[in-house]
């Protein structure tokens, strides 16, 4: 073991990685969420331009437009969540993820999609905030001065439904890019071939978000296999199995509990399928002693990210 075996290191360790998140999102999250409440706001400008604020918002629109359903929810009172207008409207949530991320139904979909919108705006007319939208109410045109309101307000509310995801994003780009950088200094290349498993790659290799086949209950084989990816596949020089890492950032002990049970499943299916298994950690963030002493007794090891050189004792350098 690497570090699942030193409690005595714990807290010391937690501590300096607790530093680090700070700094990092000291650093990055303002700006990220500046930037983002930008576009946002340009975002509904160009909605209420379009829809003749809000006015003529109707299914055809929606149909034209399904990305800007994201937008829509944000001229609620309260701004409602995708699962919320689900319910409301009686519709499948995956339709309105699909929606939002603009993607092209075919088939029964167009069908579905159609029903749906047809049920959605009703729900969206009905939740629309009227002290942000006056206008709607009064039956008048609204003064610049309203539109620059309504789209500080709405194009906030947006933004901050978008920070949380990209953060996470930009915390796992750049544990990989570490990872990335590490690994290329040590001789090792890096190979996307989606057709690979990961127990099949060749010795020397790496690669992201790679699916690894297991059995999907690891107590009865005979529900058969999963394809269950890994944050990234390492093949060592030296060795026939790979080593299999997850990148976990957190900004609070809180959260980080509520994945162990994710991890554990996806742990047992592992040596359920492979054996003996050490599925390993990349760790940043607020990680303690609770968490970790979970994981090591589960058959996790970990690395934390401000002392990449632990992963020296599984990672041999190419000769």
Request: with cysteine; proline share 4%; glycine share 4%.
């Amino acid at each position: 073991m690497i570090n699942a075996d030193k409690p005595n290191r714990w807290n010391e360790d937690t501590q300096a990685s607790i530093l680090q998140y700070n700094d990092w999102f000291f650093n990055y999250a303002p700006s990220t969420y500046q930037s983002a409440r930008g576009e946002c706001i340009e975002s509904v400008q160009r909605l209420l331009d379009d829809t003749d604020y809000l006015r003529s918002l109707d299914e055809q629109y929606l149909w034209d437009n399904p990305e800007n359903l994201a937008i829509v929810r944000m001229f609620c009172a309260p701004p409602i969540a995708r699962e919320r207008l689900a319910g409301l409207a009686q519709v499948s949530k995956s339709i309105v993820q699909s929606m939002e991320k603009g993607s092209v139904p075919r088939g029964r979909s167009r069908v579905q999609r159609k029903e749906a919108i047809s049920r959605m705006i009703p729900v969206l007319k009905r939740l629309t905030d009227t002290q942000l939208c006056a206008w709607l109410t009064e039956g008048s045109c609204p003064s610049d001065r309203e539109i620059e309101i309504a789209s500080c307000v709405a194009g906030d509310r947006l933004c901050g439904s978008l920070t949380d995801p990209l953060i996470r994003n930009e915390q796992e780009h750049r544990q990989l890019s570490k990872l990335d950088a590490y690994l290329d200094a040590r001789g090792y290349r890096r190979v996307e071939d989606s057709s690979v498993q990961a127990f099949d790659m060749h010795p020397g290799t790496y690669s992201h978000h790679k699916n690894v086949s297991m059995y999907k209950n690891a107590t009865d084989t005979s529900d058969g296999m999963v394809n269950t990816p890994v944050d990234m596949a390492i093949m060592p020089f030296n060795s026939n199995r790979p080593l299999l890492i997850e990148c976990k950032c957190a900004g609070d002990a809180t959260n980080t509990n509520k994945r162990r049970k994710e991890e554990d499943t996806k742990v047992s299916q592992l040596r359920g399928t492979y054996g003996d298994v050490t599925l390993y950690l990349f760790l940043c963030g607020y990680f303690e002693a609770t968490y970790l002493g979970y994981e090591a007794a589960n058959h996790m090891d970990w690395v934390w990210e401000h002392r990449i050189e632990d992963f020296n004792e599984l990672v041999p350098r190419a000769e």
